[in-house]
């Protein structure tokens, strides 16, 4: 199966009073039909930007792609004007923003703003529009459509916001949809809802879905593949189950330690990993979590390492940014999962 989205080699930067901010540097991945693609990873590591580049929505300025390829069934967007790009943005490739409720406009019936999307791209009815509407609220489980659709986002609560802007992404029938943190502040009751509904709407309209989070507990329910991003770069990507359970790179290690246990033992503490990220107007010339890592080595912080590939599990491809499974590294490449390697 081709891929719908490649990415390769992308680069985002801003440019602030203060300097260059390297945000993205170097990402790579893919997404297939009907796949869904997690990026995991601590506040400021790039992955909104990262979407947001996808969409073609960073502001130019300050924002510019500075090197890479954003192939979209084999076309590059980076390459498309902003009149070429609406053809994609909506109807090919949508977006749920990960605040429903600054997204939405108070002041507008969610029956308008959903409605919007058609009367820009078809020639047809209000009435027409309305029907569409009412079936996109049926899709996303939005309950007394006739009444709802007449509504302001005030009167939603938290998870029926995100419902709503659910249906404006699916308006266009994307073949792509990215979530930018779906879950964010809703409570865990409504999160499950989400969740429930982002898997339904990926096997029933067969659409890819790129999944943005910091929760590794989403992802371990959405994702089949799943990135982890650190200081604009991709560290370790893998299978979900590869990476939950035969982790490689000490930052996914440290993030999956971090995670709140059910049952800790009397007197645990919530494990933290140690330092700060790296200042990205002056990204460290070496691997960009050096610094806060328990297994570094004095190429760590000289040199970023190459990307090599693990046969982690059999068959299944798995990448790691770390220096300890270069070929030439003398550490002991013999942890869980380790497996044979060679480098990309």
């Given at each position: 199966?081709?891929?719908?989205?490649?990415?390769?080699?992308?680069?985002?930067?801003?440019?602030?009073?203060?300097?260059?901010?390297?945000?993205?540097?170097?990402?790579?991945?893919?997404?297939?039909?009907?796949?869904?693609?997690?990026?995991?990873?601590?506040?400021?590591?790039?992955?909104?930007?990262?979407?947001?580049?996808?969409?073609?929505?960073?502001?130019?300025?300050?924002?510019?792609?500075?090197?890479?390829?954003?192939?979209?069934?084999?076309v590059?967007?980076?390459?498309?004007?902003?009149?070429?790009?609406e053809?994609?943005?909506?109807?090919?490739?949508?977006?749920?923003?990960?605040?429903?409720?600054?997204?939405?406009?108070?002041?507008m019936?969610?029956?308008?703003?959903?409605?919007?999307?058609?009367?820009?791209?078809e020639?047809?009815?209000?009435?027409?529009?309305?029907?569409?509407?009412?079936?996109?609220?049926?899709?996303?489980g939005?309950?007394?459509?006739?009444?709802?659709?007449?509504?302001?986002?005030?009167?939603?609560?938290?998870?029926?916001?995100?419902?709503?802007?659910?249906?404006?992404?699916?308006?266009?029938?994307?073949?792509?949809?990215?979530?930018?943190?779906?879950?964010?502040?809703?409570?865990?009751?409504?999160?499950?809802?989400?969740?429930?509904?982002?898997?339904?709407?990926?096997?029933?309209?067969?659409?890819?879905?790129?999944?943005?989070?910091?929760?590794?507990?989403?992802?371990?329910?959405?994702?089949?593949?799943?990135?982890?991003?650190?200081?604009?770069?991709?560290?370790?990507?893998?299978?979900?189950?590869?990476?939950?359970?035969?982790a490689?790179?000490?930052?996914?290690?440290?993030?999956?330690?971090?995670?709140?246990?059910?049952?800790?033992?009397?007197?645990?503490?919530?494990?933290?990993?140690?330092?700060?990220?790296?200042?990205?107007?002056?990204?460290?010339?070496?691997?960009?979590?050096?610094?806060?890592?328990?297994?570094?080595?004095?190429?760590?912080?000289?040199?970023?390492?190459?990307?090599?590939?693990?046969?982690?599990?059999?068959?299944?491809?798995?990448?790691?940014?770390?220096?300890?499974?270069?070929?030439?590294?003398?550490?002991?490449q013999?942890?869980?999962?380790?497996?044979?390697?060679?480098e990309?």
């Amino acid at each position: 199966m081709g891929n719908l989205l490649e990415v390769k080699n992308l680069a985002v930067s801003f440019k602030t009073y203060g300097g260059e901010v390297q945000a993205v540097r170097g990402v790579s991945f893919t997404v297939k039909p009907g796949e869904t693609v997690a990026i995991v990873g601590e506040s400021g590591s790039g992955k909104s930007v990262t979407a947001t580049t996808l969409m073609g929505l960073i502001p130019v300025p300050p924002g510019e792609i500075k090197g890479g390829e954003i192939l979209f069934n084999g076309v590059d967007l980076t390459r498309l004007t902003d009149r070429q790009m609406e053809n994609y943005r909506g109807a090919e490739m949508g977006i749920v923003f990960q605040d429903p409720g600054t997204s939405l406009n108070p002041t507008m019936k969610i029956g308008r703003q959903i409605g919007e999307s058609f009367l820009y791209r078809e020639k047809i009815s209000k009435k027409a529009v309305r029907k569409k509407v009412l079936d996109l609220l049926d899709l996303v489980g939005i309950p007394q459509g006739e009444v709802r659709i007449d509504q302001y986002p005030h009167q939603f609560s938290g998870g029926m916001k995100q419902r709503v802007m659910l249906a404006m992404a699916l308006a266009g029938r994307p073949k792509l949809l990215i979530a930018d943190e779906p879950t964010t502040a809703l409570d865990v009751t409504i999160q499950a809802q989400i969740i429930d509904l982002l898997r339904h709407l990926k096997e029933q309209l067969q659409m890819g879905l790129l999944l943005i989070t910091h929760d590794f507990g989403v992802a371990d329910q959405l994702a089949d593949q799943v990135l982890v991003m650190y200081a604009g770069r991709i560290m370790e990507a893998g299978r979900k189950e590869d990476i939950f359970d035969h982790a490689q790179h000490p930052y996914t290690r440290g993030l999956l330690k971090s995670r709140p246990q059910i049952n800790p033992e009397d007197g645990e503490r919530l494990f933290i990993i140690p330092g700060q990220p790296p200042n990205l107007f002056l990204p460290p010339p070496g691997c960009p979590f050096a610094s806060r890592c328990p297994d570094v080595m004095k190429v760590c912080v000289q040199t970023a390492p190459h990307e090599v590939h693990l046969r982690v599990t059999k068959g299944a491809e798995h990448r790691v940014a770390c220096w300890q499974y270069h070929p030439q590294s003398k550490r002991d490449q013999s942890r869980d999962g380790g497996g044979e390697n060679h480098e990309s």
